[in-house]
């Protein structure tokens, strides 16, 4: 693997992932809708607006793997998450085929599965249950990446990321936190593993609060390095301080279920 593209360059993760990942694949292009403020000269950027075919035709092209970033990664309007991530991540799909591209990994998220009570311990054969119109769009990513997988014979990778960061930062992100360093080893394994045809793993660290099971990563390999409970006073302080949220306590996706919520926490299934 030596040419790859990453959307989503200019954002929160891209950023980190170009100091990360350099070095790692020889001809690493970064893409996105704004030039990153702080490009370096060394790194090679291509716009492009993912909901525009033909610019996203023009970023896949000559690449062998993409790591999709891109997109709108929080609950927003519907005609902003139908451009940025329905149509936005077809016209990746798509144009990856036309182009011969052989692997992506998808930043799907944990809000594709939401609407599960914390309390339930979920893998990756659960069925999609999110909790906002943004993680519909990555349960749309996640199927997809079923499609181009099984019937094109892309090697694809679904990430359901948690919350990436330097550190947990409060009691739900304890359980779902994701380090730095254990994306990237997710991202290897995707972009990497020769065995690998369709996946969908939890983007997830050592956490001891889990609220998933992670064995699909973990028989390709992955060893987390990110141990949540390091940071567990810290982040059970700063927990304190949060106004309750009966409904989002309740479950896995937090304020995303209690947003927009029709009903009291009677309609949670206990
Ligand atoms: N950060 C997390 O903890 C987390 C958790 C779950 C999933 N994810 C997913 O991981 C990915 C990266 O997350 P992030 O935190 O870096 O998000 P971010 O919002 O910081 O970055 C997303 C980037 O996508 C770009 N973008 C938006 N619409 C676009 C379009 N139409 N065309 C081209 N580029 C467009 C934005 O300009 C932005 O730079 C997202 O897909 C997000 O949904 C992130």
């Not at 990153?36 to 950027?45: G, K």
């Amino acid at each position: 693997m030596d040419r790859v593209l990453v959307t989503g360059a200019a954002g929160g993760i891209g950023t980190r992932l170009r100091t990360l990942l350099k070095g790692i694949y020889p001809d690493t292009r970064w893409s996105d809708l704004k030039t990153p403020a702080d490009l370096a000269p060394d790194e090679r950027f291509i716009q492009a607006d993912l909901a525009a075919m033909n610019e996203v035709e023009k970023a896949v092209d000559g690449v062998q793997g993409i790591v999709h970033l891109g997109g709108f990664s929080v609950e927003g309007p519907w005609d902003t998450i139908l451009n940025a991530n329905i149509i936005g991540c077809y016209n990746l799909f798509e144009a990856a085929r036309k182009a011969g591209v052989e692997r992506i990994v998808f930043a799907s998220s944990n809000h594709a599965v939401g609407f599960y009570p914390r309390q339930r311990r979920i893998g990756t054969d659960d069925a999609v249950r999110p909790d906002s119109r943004y993680g519909a769009s990555k349960a749309f990513g996640e199927a997809l990446a079923a499609l181009y997988a099984y019937k094109h014979g892309l090697r694809v990778t679904c990430l359901r990321i948690g919350n990436f960061g330097d550190a947990p930062v409060d009691k739900r992100r304890l359980s779902i936190w994701l380090a730095p360093q254990d994306l990237v080893q997710l991202i290897r394994i995707g972009l990497e593993h020769p065995d690998l045809r369709h996946e969908i793993f939890y983007g997830a660290s050592d956490n001891a609060r889990a609220f998933w099971d992670n064995s699909a990563a973990f028989r390709y390999g992955y060893r987390p390095q990110g141990r949540a409970e390091d940071h567990a006073a810290a982040a059970l302080a700063a927990d304190a301080k949060l106004p309750p949220d009966r409904i989002g306590e309740w479950y896995q996706g937090g304020p995303y279920c209690s947003d927009e919520f029709d009903g009291g926490i009677e309609r949670a299934p206990v």
